[in-house]
């Protein structure tokens, strides 16, 4: 497996991704996994194509374009709510990991995504789940190198799942072409239309269409997943601790009070806001990162010898005990101002760090806070009977067969509109 050592020093981790960057590249194992999953996006992009895209793709999350994203954000809330309200009118449980997803898809099919048109998304859901499972999972072919296109089990098994991942970005792409090219069409400010205007600064060529797919693909899994885990961890986490759970609560009913959802009120939530911070602290979206080598260097006094593997896992850091005040204890008050401000750099990497860090951080953010308080207005969760919470990793991490909790109503007034 060669020469790999796990670094959690902040200092030497603000070394490797942001001061001595250029010197640590992504590893040959991770480069296969992100090129199966993510293809050639944004994600998997190096060098100038990636700062090229990069840029392409910034305008989608200045702050006026966050802002005007409330609403379609609010009505994916909205819609997500009266799901769960049935079920808590029948008296059953659901699936909070899928219910999620579902609601995070919503979100794009009303903001950056507008093309998708299917409006079960459940089953985009459960496809984009299955097709990270088979392409995201590192097996023996992998670790002896063989060529990429000989399947792993899991890839054979997830054969239809990442088909259908495909000819779904096919369809959203074809669809916003064919808008473009009608008569009297105003250029849109999506993320499907960027795509298809871009041309290379330096080249002046247009983005293939196996690109545009991919980062179609790309952002249909991340821009779902991610948020999808920090709600269903929150919503568990909350589950077990009726203080904190209280606490959310109270804020909602000060702040919004029945009022419709806005930007500025989306900043008067700091508690909301800190239990989704605390879940992915304790749950990590990505829990490993990892770079190579490329020149000798030193990290934390040790020479580290070109062709070393650097594993920065920001599943041990957000849980270790000399950066953390008991680590393992579910805590959202570490993020409030005041304590939040104690918390070492480089630490905290929900969304990475350095100049690779995740693109729709504060999209992220601003979507998990409206989605967690439209819920908590006016319902409350509990884990159902029996359940049994266990982590699987897989390119994200999640509940391993999805988290059965029975919503009750918390109060007769329903979410704010």
């Given at each position: 497996?060669?020469?790999?050592?796990?670094?959690?020093?902040?200092?030497?981790?603000?070394?490797?991704?942001?001061?001595?960057?250029?010197?640590?590249?992504?590893?040959?194992?991770?480069?296969?996994?992100?090129?199966?999953?993510?293809?050639?996006?944004?994600?998997?992009?190096?060098?100038?194509?990636?700062?090229?895209?990069?840029?392409?793709?910034?305008?989608?999350?200045?702050?006026?374009?966050?802002?005007?994203?409330?609403?379609?954000?609010?009505?994916?809330?909205?819609?997500?709510?009266?799901?769960?309200?049935?079920?808590?009118?029948?008296?059953?449980?659901?699936?909070?990991?899928?219910?999620?997803?579902?609601?995070?898809?919503?979100?794009?099919?009303?903001?950056?995504?507008?093309?998708?048109?299917?409006?079960?998304?459940?089953?985009?859901?459960?496809?984009?789940?299955?097709?990270?499972?088979?392409?995201?999972?590192?097996?023996?072919?992998?670790?002896?190198?063989?060529?990429?296109?000989?399947?792993?089990?899991?890839?054979?098994?997830?054969?239809?799942?990442?088909?259908?991942?495909?000819?779904?970005?096919?369809?959203?792409?074809?669809?916003?072409?064919?808008?473009?090219?009608?008569?009297?069409?105003?250029?849109?400010?999506?993320?499907?239309?960027?795509?298809?205007?871009?041309?290379?600064?330096?080249?002046?060529?247009?983005?293939?269409?196996?690109?545009?797919?991919?980062?179609?693909?790309?952002?249909?899994?991340?821009?779902?997943?991610?948020?999808?885990?920090?709600?269903?961890?929150?919503?568990?986490?909350?589950?077990?601790?009726?203080?904190?759970?209280?606490?959310?609560?109270?804020?909602?009913?000060?702040?919004?009070?029945?009022?419709?959802?806005?930007?500025?009120?989306?900043?008067?939530?700091?508690?909301?806001?800190?239990?989704?911070?605390?879940?992915?602290?304790?749950?990590?979206?990505a829990p490993l990162l990892s770079r190579a080598a490329l020149r000798d260097d030193v990290l934390c006094d040790r020479k580290i010898p070109a062709g070393?593997?650097?594993?920065?896992?920001?599943?041990?850091?957000?849980?270790?005990?000399?950066?953390?005040?008991?680590?393992?204890?579910?805590?959202?008050?570490?993020?409030?101002?005041?304590?939040?401000?104690?918390?070492?750099?480089?630490?905290?990497?929900?969304?990475?760090?350095?100049?690779?860090?995740?693109?729709?951080?504060?999209?992220?953010?601003?979507?998990?806070?409206?989605?967690?308080?439209?819920?908590?207005?006016?319902?409350?969760?509990?884990?159902?009977?029996?359940?049994?919470?266990?982590?699987?990793?897989?390119?994200?991490?999640?509940?391993?067969?999805?988290?059965?909790?029975?919503?009750?109503?918390?109060?007769?007034?329903?979410?704010?509109?």
């Amino acid at each position: 497996m060669g020469h790999r050592i796990v670094v959690s020093d902040p200092t030497a981790i603000k070394r490797v991704l942001v001061d001595n960057a250029s010197n640590y590249a992504r590893d040959k194992l991770q480069r296969r996994i992100l090129l199966r999953t993510t293809g050639r996006s944004l994600f998997s992009a190096e060098g100038s194509d990636w700062q090229w895209q990069r840029r392409l793709l910034a305008p989608l999350f200045t702050p006026r374009q966050l802002a005007s994203y409330v609403p379609g954000m609010v009505g994916a809330a909205v819609a997500a709510s009266a799901r769960l309200a049935s079920a808590a009118d029948s008296s059953t449980a659901a699936d909070v990991s899928l219910e999620m997803a579902r609601a995070t898809l919503d979100v794009l099919a009303r903001t950056i995504l507008p093309d998708i048109v299917e409006d079960d998304f459940a089953d985009i859901a459960v496809s984009i789940r299955k097709f990270a499972d088979g392409a995201g999972a590192v097996s023996l072919v992998d670790l002896l190198e063989l060529p990429a296109w000989v399947p792993g089990f899991r890839r054979l098994r997830a054969f239809r799942a990442i088909r259908s991942v495909t000819k779904r970005a096919r369809k959203i792409v074809a669809s916003r072409r064919a808008m473009a090219g009608a008569p009297g069409h105003a250029a849109a400010n999506d993320l499907v239309s960027l795509l298809l205007a871009a041309r290379h600064p330096e080249t002046g060529r247009s983005m293939g269409e196996t690109e545009i797919e991919d980062n179609v693909s790309t952002f249909l899994g991340a821009g779902s997943d991610t948020v999808a885990g920090a709600l269903t961890w929150s919503l568990y986490l909350l589950s077990q601790s009726p203080e904190f759970r209280d606490r959310v609560e109270r804020e909602l009913d000060d702040v919004v009070a029945g009022r419709p959802m806005t930007h500025e009120l989306v900043e008067r939530l700091p508690f909301t806001r800190a239990v989704i911070e605390e879940a992915m602290r304790l749950y990590p979206p990505a829990p490993l990162l990892s770079r190579a080598a490329l020149r000798d260097d030193v990290l934390c006094d040790r020479k580290i010898p070109a062709g070393s593997v650097i594993i920065i896992a920001p599943w041990l850091v957000h849980r270790h005990r000399l950066l953390w005040d008991d680590p393992l204890v579910f805590d959202p008050r570490r993020f409030l101002p005041g304590r939040r401000e104690r918390i070492r750099r480089f630490s905290y990497l929900p969304f990475g760090a350095g100049p690779r860090i995740c693109i729709g951080m504060n999209f992220a953010m601003q979507e998990a806070v409206i989605l967690l308080a439209h819920l908590l207005t006016s319902l409350r969760f509990a884990l159902a009977p029996g359940v049994s919470v266990r982590v699987f990793q897989c390119v994200t991490l999640r509940p391993e067969g999805g988290l059965a909790m029975i919503p009750e109503r918390r109060r007769s007034a329903g979410p704010p509109d």
